[in-house]
Nanobody, 117 residues
Framework: QVRLVESGGGLVHPGESLRLSCTAS????????MSWYRQVPGEERDFVAS????????NYRDAVRGRFTISIDNAKNTVYLQMDRLELDDTAVYYC??????????WGQGTQVTVSL
């Protein structure tokens, strides 16, 4: 059974930074496509960033490219999302996703990120 546990969310002001963590069990993060998504109440869950091919390739949604950085730590079996220069529109629940070799999707429970004046 795969389990993903997110942490690192919180309340920050515009321009500040947060780092989200997603620690996996039952799956090796460098052997899966690992992604972050976010969701605002009443809206669909949106793609934010992904890392794959054993951490050699990354992809970002346009709105966060240049501000967010996704990375993995194989020793800790953890994927990170470093979020810099946060904006009000970044407020959402952030979810960790793992797509395994069978193309099955696993999800974490989510962590709240609030950017407020």
């Amino acid at each position: 059974q795969v389990r993903l546990v997110e942490s690192g969310g919180g309340l920050v002001h515009p321009g500040e930074s947060l780092r989200l963590s997603c620690t996996a069990s039952g799956l090796a993060v460098d052997d899966a496509a690992m992604s972050w998504y976010r969701q605002v109440p009443g809206e669909e869950r949106d793609f934010v960033a992904s890392i794959f091919s054993r951490g050699t390739k990354t992809n970002y949604r346009d709105a966060v490219r240049g501000r967010f950085t996704i990375s993995i730590d194989n020793a800790k079996n953890t994927v990170y999302l470093q979020m810099d220069r946060l904006e009000l529109d970044d407020t959402a629940v952030y979810y960790c996703n793992a797509q395994d070799r069978r193309d099955y999707d696993w999800w974490g429970q989510g962590t709240q990120v609030t950017v407020s004046l």
